[in-house]
Structures are given as C-alpha cells and as structure tokens.
C-alpha cells in the first residue's frame, strides 16, 4: 500500500525560481529518503534525513521532517532546467528490512 | 556505489506471452527488490530476491505472475508471464547501498508495453 502522499502532483516553474515539494507519511519511520527520476528512467537517492533529525541540507537541496505531523518536504532551490524531473519520497517499510515505500510523487517542470 | 545493468530497457510484447528482465550488479548483495512502475504512477514493490531461497512477494503479486531467479549474489531476473496489456509497466530492480541501509539503487528499468 502506498505510504507516502505527495503534493504538489505537478509544478512548473521558471529556472532561478525555488521549487517545494511536499510528502505526508502514515506510520511511524526510522528514516525519510528523497529519490528523483529522469524521464521514467531508473531512479537517484538524492538524500536521507532520519527520524530524529529536523532538517539536513545537500548542495541545493533542503529537507525538512516533522515526525508530530508525520510530513517532509524537499526544497530545490536556484532551480534549472536539468531539475526537471519525477521526484519521490520513500520511507522505510519497517524496523530492521530494507524494503521502502514510495510516495506518488512530484512532477517538476523547471522551464529556461 | 554499486552499478545496476538491468536489460532490455525496452520491449512490445504480443499479450499471453511472457519476457524475462535481467539484472546484474557489480558486486555482492544479499537482497535485490523488484518493482513496478504504472504509468503515470509511483513505485509499488512486486518482490524481495533472496539467494538461495524462494523470492518474499508483497500482497497482489503472485509468483506464478510474477517469477523471480536469484541464482547468486550478484544476479536476479524477473519473468512477466502470460502478458496483458495491464502489465504494461515500467519494471525496475533495485538493491540496498549497504547492508541494512534502506538507501538504494535501481537499474535504469525496463519500460514494457503489452498490445
């Protein structure tokens, strides 16, 4: 079953602009993991925030968790055209598998 | 990091017959998932490859629909059998960045269309 809801489902932007991407979860989670996808092509950890963490960053990339309200979300900021991607969230299925869950993701058009 | 080659990364298939995708990995993993990809939608796992054991399918996924080889450590192949065109799908393997991390790689896919 899917675990994680994703909002916006799509997202157009122009490049420099900032894209935000939201993702809400249901069960309680050891860790949070951002994914992108090129053109329904294989996908590409992008990063990993844990549960106990509240915000991590990675080049132009900010995540952010809030466990209370069971949600993260990916900023992208200074975006460009190469952005433009599927981007998903995924959260661990569980305590002690390496199985994930995957969110519905995000459909990011950065335009030049 | 590991290198995924995952084959054929595309094919049309007639209805009610099967094809078999292939992955490979560069080095030793213990578990590879099998995952589809409708279209327009997210990631849903069919199956964990265990070596030397039968593959763990998720519920909706059957083995006979579904079979999985994982005949070593670095090898695993799914077969999609008795093809509709609802299988049509983009089918991707993936294994974990280490060992009891979830962080993972996936294989480019393969985009199956069923006519």
């Known amino acids: 079953s899917q675990q994680g809801e994703e909002d916006p489902q799509a997202l157009s932007i122009q490049e420099g602009e900032n894209a935000t991407m939201n993702c809400s979860y249901k069960?309680?989670?050891?860790?949070l993991q951002w994914y992108r996808q090129n053109s329904g092509r294989g996908l590409v950890h992008l990063i990993l925030i844990r549960s106990n963490e509240r915000e991590k960053h990675s080049g132009r990339l900010r995540v952010t968790l809030d466990t209370s309200k069971k949600s993260s979300s990916l900023l992208i900021t200074a975006s460009r055209a190469a952005d433009t991607a599927s981007y998903f969230c995924?959260?661990?299925?569980?305590?002690?598998?390496?199985?994930?869950?995957f969110g519905t993701g995000t459909r990011l058009q950065v335009f030049p | 990091s590991a290198v995924i080659s995952q084959k054929p990364s595309r094919d049309i298939c007639q209805r009610g017959t099967s094809l078999t995708i292939q992955c490979q990995v560069d080095?030793?993993?213990?578990?590879m998932f099998w995952y589809r990809q409708q279209p327009g939608q997210s990631l849903t796992l069919i199956a964990t490859?265990?070596?030397?054991?039968?593959?763990?399918?998720e519920s909706g996924f059957v083995i006979d629909k579904f079979p999985i080889s994982r005949p070593n450590l670095t090898f695993s192949t799914l077969t999609v059998s008795n093809m509709s065109p609802e299988d049509s799908s983009i089918y991707l393997c993936?294994?974990?960045?280490?060992?009891?991390?979830?962080?993972?790689?996936f294989g480019q896919g393969t985009r199956l269309t069923v006519v």
């Open positions: 069960t309680s989670i050891n860790n």
């Open positions: 993936s294994v974990p960045r280490r060992q009891g991390r979830t962080e993972a790689f």
């Open positions: 490859a265990n070596q030397g054991s039968e593959a763990t399918y």
């Open positions: 995924a959260t661990d299925a569980g305590y002690n598998t390496d199985k994930l869950i």
């Open positions: 080095s030793q993993v213990t578990m």
